[in-house]
């Protein structure tokens, strides 16, 4: 059973940064895609980034450059770190997983191809 729990969300003023974390239990990230969304008041859920079993990410436009997920595999945990962040990153972040074994297919910033998410961190950045 795959339990996915975020943390490290705050208020920040612009510029700042934060890493937000995700322990991920059943997961193995070898055998898995992961991935970061957001969700503003009002708005769809994004896809933020997401990494590939073998490494390779996809970041949103918005956000590349200055976010970077990163996973530590000792602590089974997925992380983001967001830097130089602005007033429209202001949303709840999600973490996500999707099994896809020994295939490297198609991880993509696709809010439907992803069947386990956690709960959720706020991120308030003000001006």
């Known amino acids: 059973q795959v339990k996915l729990v975020e943390a490290g969300g705050g208020s920040v003023q612009a510029g700042g940064s934060l890493r937000l974390s995700c322990a991920a239990s059943g997961v193995t990230f070898s055998r898995y895609c992961m991935g970061w969304f957001r969700q503003a008041p009002g708005k769809e859920r994004e896809g933020v980034v997401t990494?590939?079993?073998?490494?390779?990410?996809t970041y949103a436009a918005s956000v590349a450059g200055r976010f970077s997920i990163s996973q530590e595999n000792a602590k089974n945990t997925l992380y983001l770190q967001m830097d130089n962040l602005k007033p429209d990153d202001t949303a709840m972040y999600y973490c996500?997983?999707?099994?896809?074994?020994?295939?490297?297919?198609?991880?993509?910033?696709?809010?439907?191809?992803?069947?386990?998410w956690g709960q959720g961190t706020q991120v308030t950045v003000s001006s």
């Open positions: 996500a997983a999707r099994e896809t074994g020994n295939v490297l297919g198609f991880c993509g910033l696709i809010k439907e191809d992803f069947g386990d």
């Open positions: 990494r590939r079993s073998d490494g390779r990410t």
